[in-house]
């Protein structure tokens, strides 16, 4: 009598996997053009265009503000911030792009619009890993795998919708706004069967609220965002010498000034947010900001701007990314495996100059094996890092054997949205660098330098495993008796 078979509702973490798929794909179609636009910032003299770095800052700490309430249900903090997002659509500059269109004048529906944007997309976010600390811990690799899976793979459902969508709703209805509306029943789905799990079966502690993840963020936004703003002053101190003239000399200089700023302003606020994440959650908080820093830009450089897809190559996407994010997530819950997010980050970092329209004609090759690869590459260390640093922080296990309940639901969630604070900073610090790698000016960015960031926090991640690994082996190695 009691053997009951079980049905797809009594294992709603694959519901909230598809449910932090289609959030991830929501926030990568949303946020990311947000923050591709802030690099416009110094080419186009507008004040809408200048709000857009203090949109990507709020943002980030809307991200961490999850923390705050560990006890809410995660999903239904998700179905909020979609009315949100649906809201700011209907306001003007809206419109679901996620861009800011460059008026020339300061329009305030185009900033309200921006900011209601940011928030809503960072209160989905949010939402998910609070909802991924409210999962029990055994099968959090599923809904995390979920959400790097829509992270990565954003272009790819843009790109299908695009070609699918009736000509007469073209220029009307857009991907995003598709996007949007197909989240909502799936999340509000996920909130329902999340809910009826909880009467059965125990959550994990919800804790107190965290506070220090959002001031924590915050700091590192406001650092951002007067790096930046100090970068502009002083190139413009710089550009011309007191007679009002420029030599070529100190025109190299400038732009030279110009360029590495960008790179030491990333490195400053990644190092901020790695610190804080070691200090509060060890080498695996610390090892996840060091992927998200990393992955930030060559997030921006997945695809080339304004390039087409085929569906052949679209194809080879999507076999690559689910392949890269299943082994990752698979990888994360093994006891003995290699650093998944280090290989995975240098392996994208290594494909992003193919990008760039000086490789393109010298190699066709590249316009198929750039997305391909940095998919492939972001799909491991995305997939690897998420479902590691989910599952591995707090306890590893309760006597012999047997996985732990971990940390306390606010705790893991403030760990877990350093993550995406890092890769939104520093794809925000070095938006300029991307955008002028991608665009046929005379004016070159020079190739490497999105590579090497990327490739560095890579070689970090992979030190801090070796750290990890030779702690561990120190622990378990056997103490010697005292004799007697």
Sequence with gaps: MDDVRAVWWDRPELVEALAAF??????????????????????IANASVAAVAPACALLAVAVAAAALAP????????????????????????????????????????????????????????????????????????????????????????AAITSQLPARYAGTLLPAQVQLWAAVPVVLLAGLLAY????????????????????LVGVAAALTLAGLAGRSWLVRALRL??????????????????????????????????ASAYRAG???????????????PLLLTGFP??????????????????????????LARSAVSPPGDAIGLLVAAVAAPLASPMVGPELPWAVTAHPVLVTLGLGLALGFG??????????????RGGPGPGPETGRLVGLLALGPAALLLSAVALAPVVLHSQMDTPYREPLVTVPAFAAGAAVLAALL??????????????????VA
């Design 71 to 158: 006890r809410l249900p995660g999903w239904w903090l998700v179905g909020g911030a979609l009315a949100l997002l649906l809201v700011a659509d209907r306001l003007p500059g809206g419109g679901g792009s996620g861009l800011m269109p460059p008026s020339g004048e300061y329009a305030t529906g185009e900033v309200a619009a921006a900011l209601a944007a940011a928030v809503g997309v960072g209160f989905a976010l949010g939402g998910v890993l609070l909802a991924l600390g409210q999962v029990p811990r055994t099968v959090r690799w599923l809904p995390a795998g979920g959400l790097a899976a829509g992270l990565v793979l954003h272009p790819v459902s843009t």
């Design 241 to 274: 010498d007191p007679d009002g003239f420029s030599s070529h000399r100190r025109t190299v200089v400038v732009e030279a000034i110009s360029h590495y700023s960008l790179v030491v302003i990333a490195v400053a606020v990644a190092v901020v947010l790695l």
């Design 282 to 296: 060890g080498v695996v908080a610390a090892r996840w900001v060091a992927v998200g820093a990393g992955a930030g």
């Design 386 to 399: 998420l479902s590691h640093t989910a599952t591995a922080v707090g306890p590893p296990e309760i006597g």
């Design 22 to 43: 289609a959030v991830g794909v929501v926030f990568a179609a949303r946020g990311m053009p947000l923050v591709a636009v802030s690099g416009f910032s110094e080419l």
């Design 465 to 482: 495993f070796g750290l990890q690994r030779a702690v561990e082996r120190l622990l378990r190695r056997p103490q010697p008796q005292p």
């Design 196 to 215: 009826r799990r909880s009467i059965d079966v125990p959550s994990p502690a919800p804790g107190r609220s965290r506070p220090a993840p959002v001031v």
């Design 305 to 330: 701007l304004g390039g087409t897809s085929s569906p052949s190559r679209m194809f080879l996407v999507v076999v690559a990314g689910a392949a890269a994010l299943t082994t990752g997530a698979l």
